[in-house]
């Protein structure tokens, strides 16, 4: 019940930071405990798509290890037996007021040193015969697909052929005078690392930090295609609100091909309201709504979220936004919703706005993301190394 290092959550970034501290201090102990099993929640419920980093600002750190991190993650497929799909993207115009947004995509992607292709909308015919766009279309030949829950297990295999102790099943209670409470009893470590996703504000606010920002849980849903759905080339996506961290509904190419419609990103009621009382945790519930009317008053782009993703409840509605995008799409085509997730969203206390970047803050005993938003999946192996090299 004591390591040199103790990692808190066994996501995505809970495993790649595990492995880049082995990595750097191979003479100490690294232990990965996670309340469920690793990749459960988020990290196993993800699109599955590596994104390519050209929507991110050139100061951000989604910026700075997007490309990177998208890289590594390949090769790490590669290297591990997992397939990774190269369909690319196609990032498409609904009317003539989304040029200016491709744009834009454009800028950040020369800026990002990104590769991003602007093409007329019969070049973007020649890439997908039934893509719909108004005269342009941008195409990211690098962006990618894989099976989150096969990287998942990757990462788990790897890990403890490494010599990284993975514990599922036991829950963090509290911090403690040399280590953490947990539901397995004490476990004394030299250096906490959380990496807790939609709880790591809990924890961090246990070890002194975080308290400026608060928590805002959404999940979403994908609508999957059937046989008679067809195949696409590569995943298609609109023009995104570049004030919001979601790209819109999109058509994504698993990495077996399949079709799949999404995502929903609607306000969850708690940190695993997976669906109906699934997940609601009563207590959270004052807290999460008062946040959510917080963001609803002061910040216009939420209001017109909150607006669509009414709407987006409904699979009709979900479908006929979506085939402005692709033709020959029909709502009997979509049937079957796939496992929601949730996804963890930091607020800003004082501003009441969503943060758009990673947060990471720490002292000489304890590190905390507090903010590993997307494209965190993408970014998770890179990213990781960085923090690491930060705590040296």
Known sequence: MSSDFLVV??????????????????????????????????????SGVLHAGFYYGADTLRAKFSVEGRRRMVDWCDDNGVTVRRCGKLV???TVADHAGLDELLRRAERNGVALESLTSEEAHAIEPRVQTCQRALFS?????????????????????????????????????????????????????????????????????????????????????????????CHIYPVPDLKMPFLGVHFTVTSGGQIK???????????????GVQGLAWPELVGIGVRQGGLLMRDPSFR????QELRHQSRWALVSEASTLVSGVRRADFRRWGRPGIRAQLVDRQSSKLVMDFVVEGDAHSLHILNGISPGFTCSLAFADWVVGQMT
């Open 9 to 46: 959550g066994g996501g995505v970034l809970g495993l790649s930071l595990a492995l880049a501290l082995q990595a750097r201090f191979a003479d100490q102990t690294v232990c990965v405990i996670d309340k469920d099993r690793c990749g459960a929640h988020a990290s196993g419920r993800n």
């Open 92 to 94: 498409v115009a609904r």
């Open 141 to 233: 030949p690098s962006t990618a697909s894989v099976d989150p829950e096969a990287v998942m297990a990757s990462l788990v295999d790897a890990s403890r052929a490494r010599g990284i102790e993975i514990v599922e099943g036991e829950a963090y209670l509290g911090r403690a005078d040399a280590g953490v409470h947990t539901t397995a009893g004490t476990r004394r470590a030299g250096f906490v690392v959380n990496a807790a996703g939609v709880y790591a504000d809990r924890i961090a606010a246990d070890f002194g930090f975080g308290h400026r920002y608060a928590m805002v849980p959404f999940r979403g849903l994908y609508l999957y295609g059937g046989p008679s759905a067809g195949s696409l080339a």
């Open 261 to 275: 419609i999404g995502p929903t990103a609607t306000p969850a009621l708690g940190r695993e309201h997976y669906g």
């Open 304 to 307: 017109r979220l909150a607006v």
